[in-house]
């Protein structure tokens, strides 16, 4: 049987990628990967196989939930190789995929890399085990606007917490949610009790670990005027109250 090795590629470019993955992805029989959670700054990916010496097989999002190109791959001895953005075990759907591989018999391994799920808090200097549930919210479309994550979000605020909102994405499509576009939804969404006031505070994110990182924070009413750049971006709502640390962290990103 074979091996599935897991290996996160990082919030950056190639350069992000440990040495021991370069050199496991060298020895990989097949290398695949995935650019529907995230997505590789544009050439990484062509880079990363020059150095490995083999393709890269981008693989989308039917094709990794399925398994059958990754599970076919491995049968047989040696390892292959499931290279994705951020970390691999970030996506629930990741995990299916290496559920299935050991319903198949297969071994795997797990060479973590870093992720949204931490840099977006430590970029703007809040603390991380004041986060709730982490939410994403989808593109709306006609009959599909769930309030579920703007719930969480009230009851994370009300449990004193912070929550990471992540924006959808259809790389595929050319779409990727934006910070302003979430934060007009949030200004307007009806709850029975508001999220966020106009002057209340917030955090965006964007290009977390890249040289072209940002981060803003801000009143709900102001940031709601600002252009964040390309994407890929994340929102923050803080907990009513910051810890004394976390309110001189996010001085440095305050936007007048």
């Not at 050199?23 to 097949?30: D, I």
């Not at 934006?178 to 999220?195: F, G, H, K, Q, Y």
């Given at each position: 049987m074979g091996e599935l090795l897991f290996i996160g590629a990082g919030l950056g470019d190639e350069q992000d990628l440990s040495r021991r993955a370069v050199?496991?992805?060298?020895?990989?029989?097949?290398v695949f990967t995935e650019e529907y959670t995230a997505v590789f700054p544009r050439g990484a990916l062509e880079r990363i196989a020059e150095e490995i010496g083999q393709r890269v097989n981008r693989l989308a999002r039917p094709e990794v939930e399925g398994g059958r190109s990754i599970l076919e791959a491995l049968e047989g001895a040696g390892t292959v190789a499931f290279l994705t953005p951020g970390d691999p075990f970030a996506a629930t759907t990741h995990l299916a995929l290496r559920l299935a591989a050991e319903e198949a018999g297969h071994s795997w391994r797990y060479l973590p890399g870093a992720s949204v799920l931490t840099a977006a808090a430590g970029l703007l200097g809040l603390i991380h085990y004041r986060f709730g549930r982490t939410v994403t919210v989808p593109f709306?479309?006609?009959?599909?606007?769930?309030a579920s994550p703007w719930e969480w979000v009230a009851r994370n605020r009300a449990a004193g917490l912070h929550t990471?909102?992540?924006?959808?994405?259809?790389?595929?499509?050319?779409?990727?949610?934006?910070?302003?576009?979430?934060?007009?939804?949030?200004?307007?969404?009806?709850?029975?009790?508001?999220?966020?006031?106009?002057s209340d505070p917030v955090g965006v994110v964007a290009r977390v670990g890249r040289s072209e990182a940002g981060a803003w924070w801000g009143s709900l009413s102001r940031l709601l005027k600002i252009d964040f750049g390309p994407p890929m971006h994340a929102v923050i709502v803080p907990a009513p109250e910051l810890h004394f640390e976390e309110a001189a962290a996010v001085r440095r990103w305050r936007v007048p």
């Open positions: 050199e496991e992805l060298r020895r990989a029989r097949k709306p479309e006609p009959n599909f606007d769930p990471l909102v992540l924006l959808d994405l259809r790389p595929a499509e050319g779409r990727f949610l934006r910070a302003e576009e979430l934060l007009a939804r949030m200004a307007s969404v009806d709850l029975p009790t508001r999220i966020l006031g106009e």
